[in-house]
């Protein structure tokens, strides 16, 4: 039976503050709950589940687990419907910088819906990319709704948060490849030295001092008359080209 003290723990980490000072994040929902299980480097600190689930996915010993039932589940899930499972899993180590050289990495400027940051985690581990480089203005990968939306991706691809334009200067001898509606057709471009792929914001695109860092701006070609496209399926259309 979960504690009124617990349900408030619980629910005081759909906060970012608190998923920070406590440096956990939530999983729900038993496919990413099982996922992230799975992973090596991800560290289960609980799990709150409904009987019949627990009896289905035997645990190993020393994870703490605690049943209870739909009412108690409702009370402490942050999506609008609860889903079998809960799991507080603790952050990753946070990453202080990366390494550039011979690879490619997605640099995202104010990415802030949730569902297209952790979708846009996902494409970049689907298509093997095992870094990403974001704006503090960007959404919370640990928000709820990042982790739904990326599932068990987020336990295999780092991010960076950190201030862009200080990191592009720190970083000059990269190849910069900038997503824009002025850009040059993706589709007609040969084969590209790998570097950082510049993603801006859903609306406003990439903030100017970013783009005149730009080596190059690419386009993907637009044959109707859609004013522009989601910044995560505009990411998953660069990669299937570039990658």
Same mark, same amino acid.
């Given at each position: 039976?979960? $504690?009124?003290?617990?349900?408030?723990?619980?629910?005081?980490?759909?906060?970012?503050?608190?998923?920070?000072?406590?440096?956990?994040?939530?999983?729900?929902?038993?496919?990413?709950?099982?996922?992230?299980?799975?992973?090596?480097?991800?560290?289960?600190?609980?799990?709150?589940?409904?009987?019949?689930?627990?009896?289905?996915?035997?645990?190993?010993?020393?994870?703490?687990?605690?049943?209870?039932?739909?009412?108690?589940?409702?009370?402490?899930?942050?999506?609008?419907?609860?889903?079998?499972?809960?799991?507080?899993?603790?952050?990753?180590?946070?990453?202080?910088?990366?390494?550039?050289?011979?690879?490619?990495?997605?640099?995202?400027?104010?990415?802030?819906?949730?569902?297209?940051?952790?979708?846009?985690?996902?494409?970049?581990?689907?298509?093997?990319?095992?870094?990403?480089?974001?704006?503090?203005?960007?959404? $919370?990968?640990?928000?709820?709704?990042?982790?739904?939306? $990326?599932?068990?991706?987020?336990?295999?691809?780092?991010?960076?948060?950190?201030?862009?334009?200080?990191?592009i200067n720190q970083h000059a001898d990269?190849?910069?490849?900038?997503?824009?509606?002025?850009?040059?057709?993706?589709? $007609?471009?040969?084969?590209?030295?790998?570097?950082?792929?510049?993603?801006?914001?859903?609306?406003?695109?990439?903030?100017?001092?970013?783009?005149?860092?730009?080596?190059?701006?690419?386009?993907?070609?637009?044959?109707?008359?859609a004013e522009s496209l989601n910044a995560?399926?505009?990411?998953?259309?660069?990669?299937?080209?570039?990658?």
């Amino acid at each position: 039976m979960l $504690s009124k003290t617990k349900v408030k723990y619980i629910q005081s980490l759909g906060h970012k503050k608190r998923r920070d000072e406590e440096q956990v994040f939530i999983a729900e929902g038993p496919k990413i709950v099982s996922e992230l299980l799975l992973e090596p480097d991800m560290k289960v600190i609980e799990i709150f589940a409904l009987a019949e689930w627990l009896l289905q996915n035997p645990l190993p010993a020393n994870i703490p687990r605690l049943i209870v039932t739909e009412e108690e589940l409702e009370k402490i899930t942050q999506l609008s419907t609860p889903n079998k499972v809960m799991a507080i899993f603790q952050q990753p180590k946070a990453i202080v910088d990366i390494i550039t050289k011979d690879k490619w990495v997605l640099l995202l400027d104010g990415i802030q819906d949730p569902g297209n940051m952790g979708t846009i985690i996902r494409i970049a581990d689907w298509f093997g990319i095992k870094q990403i480089i974001c704006s503090h203005e960007c959404a $919370s990968i640990y928000n709820t709704k990042v982790i739904q939306s $990326s599932m068990a991706s987020i336990a295999r691809v780092e991010v960076l948060v950190t201030d862009l334009l200080p990191w592009i200067n720190q970083h000059a001898d990269c190849n910069y490849y900038a997503a824009s509606l002025e850009g040059k057709d993706l589709t $007609s471009m040969g084969k590209l030295k790998k570097g950082i792929i510049m993603i801006g914001n859903e609306s406003k695109g990439l903030n100017p001092s970013l783009l005149a860092k730009a080596n190059i701006l690419i386009t993907i070609p637009r044959i109707g008359k859609a004013e522009s496209l989601n910044a995560s399926v505009a990411t998953g259309i660069i990669l299937s080209h570039l990658v």
